[in-house]
């Protein structure tokens, strides 16, 4: 499955965006999904990951109660709302999924990667 993230940009602390991540190629509904991020010199984390269904979701412990994971299989698509947001939120976020239909948590189960999104949250 192909990904193309998209919805970043330069949002004001305490504002918010939401990102989109379009799929193609393979069924989509049959992975599960996750977003994840890399801020300047730190290592890339997962903040959000949802099952093929999009009924069971994790988050980062970071990020709980501010961001939410989506998906609509229909359309082949993942979001990732992100409300009141922090200077610390500014990373690069990136889409992946993993061919399982449950969630998945680690790094390597991921093996399709769109090409990631600037987030930058000014103070």
């Known amino acids: 499955v192909q990904l193309q993230a998209s919805g970043g940009g330069l949002v004001q602390a305490g504002g918010s965006l939401r990102l989109s991540c379009a799929a193609s190629g393979r069924t989509f509904s049959g992975y599960g999904m996750g977003w994840f991020r890399q801020a300047p010199g730190k290592e890339r984390e997962l903040v959000a990951a949802s099952s093929w269904s999009g009924r069971s979701t994790y988050y980062a412990d970071s990020v709980k109660g501010q961001f939410t994971i989506s998906r609509d299989n229909a359309k082949n698509a993942v979001y990732l709302q992100m409300n009141s947001l922090k200077p610390e939120d500014t990373a690069v976020y990136y889409c992946?999924?993993?061919?399982?239909?449950?969630?998945?948590?680690?790094?390597?189960?991921?093996?399709?990667w769109g090409q990631g999104t600037l987030v930058t949250v000014s103070s």
């Open positions: 992946a999924a993993a061919p399982f239909t449950y969630y998945s948590i680690q790094e390597a189960d991921f093996v399709s």
